[in-house]
């Protein structure tokens, strides 16, 4: 109690990544088995040669959801794909999943039953196993913690830190419909609070819903990829949004790049949406997030093996680390790009 | 919203171990890696031969820990080795762990750095890596999540479902003390809460303070047993008291149990303490939980391998499973041992 007058710094002044980083800085490592440890979409385990991947995400009720407007079993397959999405964009397949999970007694049996259903439909989805975790009460609030576990190849494991100069970047799927999904379902969410008696019509939306609330990881690509020998330079999932990904990918490697705002893939609906809230659609595809696609690099030289596969995008190329990371845009100019972390604190 | 009216079973009916049964049976495997799932301290994955052992273990506050008399790097170190003491039941080698954390901002980053110290000085004494996690904000309280990885070898590890009729039954340390400790910190704490003024006086009772705030996972056994070539035939460590371990070794083995009171081992401090607070000292060993000790049976065979070992009792035989788990007083009474988890709901 006498430290009462030590020096307080809130938590809020280091951002994210800050506080990652500061934390991280006393880290030290033990073991000769540990390849890759923190600052990555997962770490890296050395088994005699086999790899295992693991990575571990959390997600915290009135934080990264809100039960008004999220069903229970949506939320079960969403935890558990966010945390797939980690290991798939290691160029790795998840194998195992432990769930740990804090939440009060006014939930039912029911409804926990509900929530994982969900976590095996994910499952059963994509071919991983739930093998272990913990299952307590919390005074208040859902809190979800799920760790997933996937094995590996060494020359095919794909990191943040090797994109090279000149090496394309390319995006899977399209972006931004999460984020403007979810401004839609708070948009809801308000009407309903203040008139309970009024029902949602989200049925003209269904895409942008289904985007926020049932993700998919794309595991279709890391099996593109296998089957077309190709492994990109760099890799990394859209979970904080396409500019935030592009710096971690940047920052790590000490390159730069160049987007061209053409190039990125926002879905029809996602803009119309956007521009109907006074969102710039652009700004919503760059820092919307939970996108769960794929942002990689390749060399030129595999440009060929990509071109012909679907639902990928070329849309940019990494340059020197001095030219920054910009944005070309559509009217011929030239943005810097800002990396936005999700500001929770 | 139409469903309000469904069948509303409370979480609190099932208790602990009744909820992750009901849970658990619609799990279905995949992965033939998959050597065990859900059951045991924790879960095993074959990567070709090699075996990566896996256990998740959750804390909550106001449930598991209580911030006005847990320093927070006590709490970051006893989190950490309560995942620890799950690999080393398996007869296993932690070498890896994640964490994950939601915590409100009333947090101070000096605050956070305190509870990583502790989860540092964990990692240096057991010669552990920290390779990822997620620290994310929370409305109100701390969630603590910590998922440990280890390596052991097939011959070699120990499950529950393993003990068989005419086995040792033999547990490392002394029991009941870290329950002691928290009676204590609990009295306090309510001498504290009506009484600001009055400074806590805790310097006699030092040893059950420290098993309940700092406890340590049994490394040394592991090495010991490792040293001289015993693989006890199950094992479990002691995190919700000895009468709840001994029942799951007893179900899952299909085998009863009788345990010698006198063989208990109870630390001199815990008895003259639980006198001290009307308790019975053998039912703070039984039932108080949070010991971190081990466990384990053994075949008489090797009794003279663990005859020598230092720190470790005999405490009963498995018997057939129809003459129930019992405990022989040292009245010369037999009792029924009740096997009781933590009721959190």
Redesign the interface.
């Known amino acids: 109690m006498s430290d009462e007058k030590?020096?307080?710094?809130?938590?809020?002044?280091?951002g994210?990544f800050g506080?990652?980083d500061?934390?991280a800085k006393?880290?030290?490592?033990?073991?000769a088995?540990?390849l890759?440890?923190?600052g990555d979409d997962?770490?890296v385990?050395d088994?005699?040669g086999?790899l295992?991947v693991?990575?571990?995400?959390?997600m915290?009720?009135?934080?990264?959801f809100d039960l008004i407007y999220t069903p229970l079993k949506h939320l079960g397959y969403k935890a558990v794909v966010s945390n797939l999405s980690d290991i798939y964009a290691m160029n790795a397949i998840p194998?195992?999943i432990?769930?740990?999970?804090?939440?009060s007694?006014r939930?039912?049996?029911?409804a926990?039953?509900e929530f994982?259903?969900g976590i095996?439909a994910a499952?059963?989805a994509y071919?991983?196993?739930?093998?272990?975790?913990?299952?307590?009460?919390?005074?208040?609030?859902m809190?979800i913690?799920i760790?997933a576990?996937g094995?590996g190849e060494k020359e095919k494991l794909c990191y943040r830190n090797t994109a090279k100069v000149g090496d394309l970047i390319c995006v899977t799927g399209n972006l931004g419909a999460s984020f403007v999904g979810l401004q839609l379902l708070e948009r809801e969410r308000q009407i309903y609070l203040s008139n309970p008696g009024v029902q949602p019509d989200l049925e003209e939306q269904k895409y942008v819903i289904g985007r926020q609330l049932k993700p998919e990881a794309r595991r279709d690509m890391i099996e593109a990829f296998a089957k077309n020998n190709l492994v990109p330079t760099s890799m990394i999932d859209i979970s904080d949004g396409l500019a935030s990904e592009l710096f971690h990918i940047c920052k790590q490697s000490n390159v730069g790049a160049i987007v061209e705002e053409s190039g990125v893939p926002i879905h029809p609906e996602t803009e119309l949406l956007a521009i109907k809230f006074k969102l710039d659609p652009i700004t919503c595809a760059l820092s919307g997030g939970e996108d769960y696609e794929l942002l990689f690099t390749i060399d030129p030289k595999d440009l060929d093996k990509v071109k012909y596969l679907p639902d990928i995008y070329i849309m940019g190329e990494i340059v020197e680390r001095k030219e920054g990371v910009k944005l070309h845009t559509k009217g011929g100019n030239i943005h810097d790009i800002k990396a936005q972390g999700w500001l929770?604190?």
Chains 1, 2 share one sequence.
């Not at 030590?6 to 280091?14: E, F, H, P, V």
């Not at 939930?107 to 029911?110: G, I």
């Open positions: 030590a020096k307080r710094t809130d938590i809020g002044t280091l994210e506080l990652i500061h934390l006393n880290n030290v490592q033990y073991n088995s540990t890759k440890s923190i997962a770490a385990i088994n005699n086999l295992t693991v990575t571990t995400d959390a915290v009720e009135g934080i990264h194998k195992h432990t769930v740990s999970l804090a939440i007694n939930f039912s049996v029911e926990l039953e994982y259903s095996y499952c059963k071919g991983v196993d739930l093998i272990g975790g913990d299952t307590c009460s919390s005074n208040k609030g809190f913690s760790t576990i094995q929770h604190f």
